[in-house]
């Protein structure tokens, strides 16, 4: 299984910024996605979940109403729509899978991450 994030970089608040996750390797509607997120010196945090083949969607609180969670399921590929954006939204964003949906997500049930892809609010 790989996954392979795209799409960080710098905006300025109030901005806003699209991330991609590309995946391969295993059977793409089944599992799970989501998106974490971890600023320097905190935990990893779930950001948002999607899964049952994109109808059901979850939202940490403090992204809700800004960030939209999606997918293509024909080109395998995971977004991350992120609008109105904060100095607090820094952090690196990963994508993730896992074979079970449920929120809120945990880090330790996602088997698969991508390497990652910084995203600066300022």
């Known amino acids: 299984v790989q996954l392979v994030e795209s799409g960080g970089g710098s905006v300025q608040a109030g901005g806003s910024l699209r991330l991609s996750c590309a995946a391969s390797?295993?059977?793409?509607?089944?599992?799970?996605m989501a998106w974490f997120r971890q600023a320097p010196g905190k935990e990893r945090e779930g950001v948002a979940t999607?899964?049952?083949?994109?109808?059901?969607?979850y939202y940490a609180d403090s992204v809700k109403g800004r960030f939209t969670i999606s997918q293509d399921s024909a080109k395998k590929t995971l977004y991350l729509q992120m609008n109105s954006l904060k100095p607090e939204d820094t952090g690196v964003y990963y994508c993730a899978a896992a074979h079970v949906g449920y929120w809120p997500v945990k880090v330790e049930d996602y088997a698969y991450w991508g390497q990652g892809t910084q995203v600066t609010g300022s």
């Open positions: 390797g295993y059977t793409y509607n089944r599992n799970c």
């Open positions: 999607i899964y049952s083949a994109g109808v059901t969607t």
